[in-house]
């Protein structure tokens, strides 16, 4: 069974950073490519960024493009988000999953708990 272990998340003022970290089980990590998620309160869950398999060709949202880094450490099972210049509007829970492909934008795992991202003036 897959299990994804979101942390990182907290409550950062405009402009500042997060590193969000997910611990990835039940799966041959290195196998797949990555991505993370986030749904705000009141509102849909939404594609943030992924990375393929091997770390390379990231895709990102147009709203976070700039200011987020997706990254991964296959020897560790665990996918980054590094979040900069963060603004009221990235305000959210943050998910991580399998994709089924980086341009998919199509999670295939069952969510885990997430982690909160709170941005404040």
């Known amino acids: 069974q897959v299990q994804l272990v979101e942390s990182g998340g907290g409550m950062v003022q405009v402009g500042g950073s997060l590193r969000l970290s997910c611990a990835v089980s039940?799966?041959?990590?290195?196998?797949?490519?990555m991505g993370w998620f986030r749904q705000a309160p009141g509102k849909e869950r939404e594609f943030v960024a992924a990375?393929?398999?091997?770390?390379?060709?990231?895709d990102y949202a147009d709203s976070v493009k700039g200011r987020f880094t997706i990254s991964r450490d296959n020897a560790k099972n665990t996918v980054f988000l590094q979040m900069n210049t963060l603004k009221p509007e990235d305000t959210a829970v943050y998910y991580c999953?399998?994709?089924?492909?980086?341009?998919?934008?199509?999670?295939?795992?069952?969510w885990g708990k997430g982690t909160l991202v709170t941005v404040s003036f």
């Open positions: 999953n399998r994709v089924m492909t980086v341009g998919s934008r199509r999670a295939m795992e069952s």
């Open positions: 990375i393929s398999r091997y770390g390379g060709v990231p």
């Open positions: 039940g799966l041959t990590f290195s196998w797949y490519d």
